[in-house]
Structure formats: C-alpha cells, structure tokens
C-alpha cells in the first residue's frame, strides 16, 4: 500500500489567490531548524507557521530577529510554544471563516483581541483582498440563497454566503488540483504498463492510496 497527499494544500492556495510570494514560500519550503554539523539545532523560524504565528501578532518581528540573531534557547522555546500551541489553529479557523469570538477562544483571549488578530492576520496574507472579491461574486453571480464563485478551467463553485467564501474558494480549488492529480496519475501508470498490477484502494480529500507490486 502507498499513500500520498498534497502538502499544506490549503494553506499553499490561500497564498496563491492572494499573490502572496513570501507565504507561498514559507509553505512550500520554509523551515523552523536546520541542522548544524554538530547535530544541534538551528532556528530560523521560516515554516508556514512560524510566520502565522507573527502574522497574528503572537510573536513579535523583533523577538524573532532577536532569535535568529542571538539563538537564545529560552527566546526559541517560548517563540515555538506560541506557534504550536496557537497559530496553526488560527490559522486554518481564519481560513475556514471563523469570527472574532470563536478566534478569541482559540487564543484564551476575548472577542475583541481574536477579531483584531483575525483582521491582521487576513491583511497580512492579503486575503482581505480575496474577500473583496468574494464580496463581488456575491453581487455579480447570484444563484438561489447563494451565489457562484469562478475557479479554473471553467469550473464554478456554487457557496452560501460570504462568511465562508475563502474556505469554499480554497477547498473548491483543492478539489480541482486533486481532480487533475488523480487523472494525471491514473495516465501515468497506464503509459508505464502498470496499470494491471495497480489499483487505487480509496481518494479521501487531498489523499490517494494505492496498491500496487513491491517491485513497481
């Protein structure tokens, strides 16, 4: 059995709809620690949720910069218990269209501080811009109780409301590149001769799992 699945999916759209070259690249290859020659750690704090973790305000650019500078276990430690234990969660509920109250209760804070942190973070990312959009889709292509949103290659996204336009937008988009994964794949193993000792077992979201030869 062989499985697989995309990496940091939604996290790696929402940069792309909102042109956001830095995040993208904290997704797809940033790192928290490199590995010194002597087998210690070396923080760097470029993962995608290190930089959700400033973005949101939990950790500050300075004490960041002063971590990488200085290398201070005790900074490190405390920089990476914000990350772990908050942003990781408020980020995905950002994404996924929670309010202020909800991200408020995330962090142990009230509705007040979690809406502020979830405005920050949406301009940080420049999703504010892609909820401007949604806004105008609501407007421009109303269908029924709701209103459709343009993916790609001419497909559209029928959504609710605007609340959760971003979530829909960015599950909509990742259903699509799964779509064309799987086809893609399923041509793959075809034009290798595979294809009878193959068999894909179950497609769950953004993951595949197969069976196929050892020797394949």
């Known amino acids: 059995l062989v499985g697989a699945d995309q990496k940091s999916s939604q996290l790696s759209i929402a940069a792309f709809i909102s042109n956001n070259e830095h995040y993208y690249n904290a997704v797809a290859s940033g790192q928290q620690n490199i590995d010194n020659e002597d087998g210690t750690k070396h923080y760097l704090g470029e993962s995608a949720h290190c930089v959700n ?13 002063r971590a990488v500078e200085t290398q201070d276990p005790d900074l490190i430690a405390e920089i990476t218990m914000m990350r772990d234990k908050y942003a990781k969660a408020l980020a995905f509920a950002c994404i996924f269209g929670a309010s202020g109250k909800k991200m408020g209760l995330i962090m142990k804070s009230d509705a007040s501080r979690g809406n502020e942190a979830r405005v920050r973070y949406l301009k940080e990312m420049g999703l504010d811009v892609v909820i401007k959009f949604v806004e105008r889709c609501s407007e421009q292509f109303k269908y029924g109780k709701g209103f459709y949103i343009p ?16 979530n829909y937008f960015c599950q909509g988009l990742e259903a699509l590149v799964q779509k064309i994964a799987v086809l893609n794949f399923n041509k793959n193993i075809i034009a290798k001769g595979w294809d009878e ?20």
Request: aromatic share 14%; charged share 20%; proline share 0%.
């Open 197 to 216: 000792h193959t068999f894909t077992v179950l497609q769950v979201h953004d993951e595949q799992l197969i069976e196929t030869k050892e020797d394949i």
């Open 151 to 166: 993916l790609a290659f001419g497909y559209w996204l029928w959504c609710k409301s605007t609340h959760v336009g971003v």
């Open 53 to 65: 973790a400033r973005g949101f305000g939990l950790v500050s650019d300075a004490d960041w910069r």
